[in-house]
C-alpha cells in the first residue's frame, strides 16, 4: 500500500542515521507529497504564461519601454515592501491553509484580469489595473513562497527532504522548459486574455489538489511568543551579525530587481535585433535561458561540490556578465 506520509517509524530516535538514498518512485509514493508536489507543478506551469503574457500585453497597448519598466517594478514593490514580514506571518499560520487561500484568491484576481483585457476600457485604466493586479499577485507570492519551503517537512520524513526539494526544483524548470512554446502558441492565436485565464485554471485545479493533502502540523508556540515586528527585528539582527546571511539578503534584493530590468529588455531586443515577432521570439529566448538554468544545475550538481563556494559565485556571475555583453554586441 502506498506510504500516506505519517509511517510509524515518525517518532524514532533523531540519532537514527537517515537513508542513504531516496528513490524519486519511493517518495512518489507518499499521497500527501504526491498530491503538493502535483498542485506546484500546474501552477507553475501556468504561472509562466502569465509571466509571457504580461510584457507582451503592454507593449502590444503602449509599445513604450517606460511601461514595461513600470509592470515590472509593480511586481518588485511587494517583496520590497513586505518581505520581511512575510516569512514571520506564514510562520505562525498553518502554511496548507495558507498556500490553499492563497491559490483562492490568485485564481480570482486572474480571473478579473482576464476579464479587463477583454473590455474596451481607456489605455490609463486599463494599465493601472494592470499594475495593481500585478503588485496584488507579487503579494500573494510573497505569502505563498516561505509557506511552499515549509510545509515540506510536514509531508515527508526527514532523510526525503533531498530528494523532495531535487524533484520540485527539477519539475519546475522542466515545467519552464515546456511551458515557453506552449505560451507562445496560445498568444499568437488568442491573445494576452487566454493565458491569463489558464494561470487562473491551474491556481484552481492546485487549490484542489492542496484540499486533499494531510500534513503534520508541528506545535505551536503560545500566545506569549514576540510581535510579529519584534521577530522582524530580532531577524535583521541575526542577520547582520553572519556576514554571509547579510550577502546573501542583499543579493535577494539586488538579484530580482536586475533579474527584473534584464527581463524587461528581453521583450524589445527580440523585436529590435532579432527582428521576430513578441509572441514567437519573447518566449524564445526565456525558454533558451530556462534550459541554460536547467544545464547549469546539472553542472553544479555535478561538479559543485569539488569547487569552493567562492569560485561557483564568480563563475556565475562572470559567465552571465559575459552573455549580457555578447548579447548586447549581435
Known amino acids: 500500500p502506498a506510504n500516506d506520509g505519517f509511517g510509524a517509524d515518525e517518532g524514532a530516535s533523531p540519532e537514527r542515521p537517515p537513508a542513504t538514498f531516496v528513490s524519486y518512485r519511493t517518495l512518489l509514493q507518499n499521497r500527501n507529497f504526491r498530491l503538493l ?39 518588485l514593490v511587494a517583496p520590497l515592501c513586505f518581505g520581511l514580514f512575510a516569512g514571520a506571518l506564514v510562520d505562525r499560520w498553518d502554511r496548507r491553509r495558507t498556500m490553499l487561500a492563497v491559490d483562492i484568491i490568485s485564481a480570482a484576481v486572474l480571473l478579473i484580469l482576464m476579464g479587463l483585457s477583454l473590455l474596451e476600457l481607456s489605455l490609463p485604466l486599463k494599465l493601472a489595473s494592470l499594475y495593481a493586479i500585478n503588485f496584488v499577485m507579487a503579494l500573494l507570492r510573497e505569502l505563498f513562497n516561505p509557506a511552499r519551503v515549509a510545509i515540506f517537512p510536514e509531508v515527508v520524513k526527514e532523510e526525503e527532504l533531498l ?17 515557453y512554446p506552449i505560451a507562445g502558441f496560445a498568444l499568437f492565436y488568442f491573445g494576452a486574455s487566454i493565458a491569463f485565464g489558464i494561470d487562473a485554471l491551474t491556481f484552481l485545479l492546485s487549490a484542489v489538489l492542496l484540499w486533499g ?9 503560545s500566545a506569549e511568543q514576540s510581535t510579529l515586528l519584534q521577530e522582524v527585528i530580532a531577524g535583521l539582527a541575526v542577520v547582520r551579525r553572519l556576514p554571509t546571511v547579510w550577502a546573501i539578503a542583499v543579493l535577494s534584493l539586488l538579484v530580482p530587481m536586475l533579474m527584473s530590468l534584464h ?21 524564445a529566448i526565456e525558454g533558451a535561458m530556462a534550459l541554460g538554468f536547467a544545464l547549469g544545475m546539472l553542472l553544479v550538481g555535478r561538479w559543485g561540490p569539488r569547487i569552493s563556494r567562492t569560485a561557483l559565485r564568480t563563475i556565475g556571475s562572470v559567465g552571465y556578465g559575459i552573455g549580457l555583453v555578447l548579447q548586447g554586441v549581435m
Open 37 to 75: 508536489w502535483l498542485g506546484q507543478a500546474v501552477s507553475t506551469f501556468g504561472s509562466l504564461f502569465t509571466r509571457i503574457a504580461i510584457p507582451i500585453y503592454v507593449y502590444n497597448l503602449t509599445d513604450s519601454l517606460s511601461q514595461l519598466g513600470l509592470a515590472a517594478f509593480s511586481s
Open 163 to 179: 530528494t523532495a526539494n531535487s524533484l520540485d526544483q527539477a519539475t519546475t524548470t522542466f515545467g519552464e522548459l515546456l511551458s
Open 213 to 221: 493533502v494531510r500534513t503534520r502540523v508541528a506545535p505551536r508556540a
Open 263 to 283: 527581463n524587461t529588455l528581453q521583450l524589445p531586443f527580440v523585436v529590435d535585433a532579432l527582428r521576430s515577432t513578441k509572441e514567437v521570439g519573447y518566449p
